[in-house]
C-alpha cells in the first residue's frame, strides 16, 4: 500500500518512539473520534482490508501490502469481515488490540533493523511502555487508571488498616517519596506473608507431632514388619478379651506387651500423650506384691 508503512529515516530509540506515537495517535483517532468514518470504511463486502497508523497521526484502511514477505510488518487482516458479527464496542476493542500488537511489532522491527543493542531496546521499551495501549483508550481503561492515580493513597485504603501496617508506615519520615512508600508497603506485605506461612508450618509441624505422637503410644512400633500389624489386628484385648471397633483407641503395656482398649484401662488418647511408659493394671500389681 502506498505510503502506509512511512518513512525509513529513524535511527535512534527515539526517532523510533516518535514513529510509533505517530501511528499510535491515527489508530486511536480511527476508533474513538473518526469512528463512524472507519466503521463505513471497513465493508464486510471488500475483501481482507487492514487498519493502518501513519506516522503523521492519520489512519488508512486499506488491503495488505502485495509483497511476499512484505518490507515491514503487516497488520491484521480481514477486520471487516468481523464487524457486522459483534456488537461494535467489542469489535472496536478486538481491533484495538491488533493495533497494539502491530505497533509493538512495527518499533521493534525497527530496532532489530538499525542494529538496537540491549540498552537501546530497553529505552524504546520503557518508553512506549510511559504511554497506554490503544486498547486502554478505546475502552476507557486508560481514564480509569488515570483517576486512581490522581486519588490519595488514604482514600483507596480499608478504614480498618492491619495494626502491623499501622505502627510500620507510623515509623516513616512524613516526606518520604511516593515509590519508596510503594515498595515499603510491598516489602511490609511480603514480611507479613513470610510469618503468616511460618506460622502455618509451625502449626502444621505441631499437628503432625501429635499425629506421630499417638501412633506411638499405640505401639506400632515396626511399621514396615507385616507380622506385628496383623498380630496387632489379631490382638484381643487384655483386660476384656475382645476385638472392639477398628477405629477404637488401644494401647500396649510396656512389660508384658498386652493390648488394651483405652476404656477398659481407663486411658484416653489424650493422656496417653503424657505417659512414657505405660504398665497395665496387672502389671502394677505384680510389681506392688510383696516378695516373700
Not at 191 to 220: A, D, M, Q, V
Not at 246 to 260: A, H, K, S, V
Amino acid at each position: 500500500m502506498e505510503g502506509a508503512q512511512g518513512p525509513y529515516s529513524t535511527r535512534t530509540p527515539e526517532e523510533v518512539f516518535r514513529d510509533y506515537r505517530g501511528r499510535r495517535a491515527g489508530m486511536i483517532k480511527a476508533l474513538t473520534t473518526d469512528v463512524e468514518k472507519f466503521y463505513q470504511a471497513c465493508d464486510p463486502d471488500k475483501e481482507n482490508l487492514c487498519l493502518y497508523g501513519l506516522p503523521t497521526e492519520q489512519w488508512d484502511v486499506a488491503l495488505p501490502a502485495e509483497e511476499v514477505p512484505p518490507e515491514m510488518p503487516e497488520p491484521v487482516l480481514g477486520i471487516n469481515f468481523a464487524r457486522d458479527g459483534m456488537e461494535e464496542k467489542d469489535w472496536l476493542a478486538l481491533v484495538a488490540v491488533h493495533s497494539d500488537a502491530w505497533l509493538l511489532a512495527v518499533a521493534f522491527y525497527f530496532g532489530a533493523r538499525f542494529g538496537f543493542d540491549k540498552e537501546a531496546r530497553r529505552r524504546l521499551f520503557n518508553m512506549i511502555n510511559n504511554l497506554p495501549t490503544i486498547y486502554e483508550v478505546v475502552t476507557g481503561t486508560a481514564k480509569k487508571q488515570q483517576m486512581k492515580e490522581k486519588t490519595p493513597n488514604s482514600s483507596t485504603k480499608s478504614n480498618k488498616p492491619h495494626p502491623s501496617k499501622v505502627s510500620r508506615v507510623e515509623t516513616k519520615p512524613p516526606t518520604l517519596k511516593k515509590d519508596e512508600e510503594e515498595s515499603g508497603e510491598e516489602e511490609e506485605e511480603e514480611e507479613e506473608e513470610e510469618e503468616e506461612e511460618e506460622e502455618t508450618k509451625h502449626k502444621n509441624h505441631k499437628r503432625n507431632t501429635n499425629t506421630n505422637t499417638n501412633t506411638n503410644k499405640k505401639r506400632i512400633r515396626n511399621e514396615d514388619s507385616d507380622e506385628e500389624e496383623e498380630e496387632q489386628d489379631n490382638a484381643l484385648c487384655g483386660s476384656c478379651g475382645t476385638k472392639g471397633s477398628n477405629d477404637e483407641f488401644w494401647i500396649c503395656c510396656d512389660l508384658c506387651e498386652r493390648w488394651f482398649h483405652g476404656r477398659c484401662v481407663k486411658v484416653t488418647p489424650a493422656k496417653a500423650e503424657h505417659i512414657k511408659q505405660y504398665k497395665c493394671p496387672d502389671c502394677i500389681n505384680i510389681k506392688r506384691k510383696p516378695s516373700h
